[in-house]
């Protein structure tokens, strides 16, 4: 297999029955298939397709024209659509997804932390409608290896409502808001710390003693 390009598009779907929908190529590669009378070429493309309200899924398409190849990607996308756990735009608790070698760490993150990830599954996270989460590819790092291990992870997440019925109890959230968090706020520096600061910052403007010039020369030879 011979990956001859990569290419990102974004578009937006037409069918009025379904929200309205992105989706991105992702990548698209040359693949030859070997036959008796030689090789057979054709394109493969990788496309990540979601409502960025909670829903999100990808689409392989192989077939010998680029465009007939990323229109098969999208239409398997769109049927493969799969409901994810979004709370606020994060994910309710730290999950790990695997598939093959490539392992997917995903953690939840405070407001205004952003998506902290990168390639496939940068996309896939901003797709489904995340906002704030971290995310770290372990293993391999190909592309499509990483969306169905990050898919897989963000599957394995609980639902809060659920979980809230089956433990007949309300579960605190998950994360601090960044105005309450003790961390974020500057803690008042007691006296002891204010008697070292003043020593240093005496001991920063007294001016020190240098060495003679010619401390270290030679003498001349009587």
Do not use: W
Not at 15 to 21: G, I, K, N, T
Not at 47 to 69: M, T
Not at 99 to 106: A, D, L, Q
């Amino acid at each position: 297999m011979n990956n001859e390009r990569y290419t990102e598009q974004v578009a937006v779907s037409d069918d009025a029955y379904q929200p309205e929908l992105v989706e991105k190529v992702i990548r698209i590669d040359r693949v030859n298939k070997v036959v008796k009378g030689g090789k057979r070429l054709a394109f493969r493309a990788f496309v990540i397709s979601g409502d960025q309200n909670g829903r999100v899924s990808f689409g392989l398409g192989k077939s010998k024209e680029v465009p007939a190849a990323i229109k098969k990607g999208i239409e398997r996308a769109k049927k493969n659509l799969r409901p994810v756990a979004l709370i606020e735009g994060t994910i309710p608790h730290d999950v790990i997804g695997d598939y093959g070698s490539t392992r997917v760490i995903i953690k939840p993150a405070k407001p205004g932390t952003g998506v902290i990830a990168g390639g496939a599954v940068r996309i896939l996270l901003e797709a489904a409608g995340f906002k704030n989460v971290y995310a770290k590819v372990l293993g391999s790092r190909n592309a499509i290896n990483a969306a169905r291990a990050a898919l897989q992870g963000l599957l394995l997440c609980k639902n809060k409502e659920t979980e809230e019925k089956l433990r007949g109890m309300s579960l605190p959230v998950f994360y601090r808001k960044l105005e309450e968090d003790p961390r974020t706020v500057r803690s008042v520096p007691t006296e002891a710390q204010k008697q070292a600061e003043e020593r240093n910052q005496r001991a920063a403007q007294r001016p020190r003693r240098g060495k003679p010039e010619n401390q270290n020369a030679r003498r001349p030879a009587k």
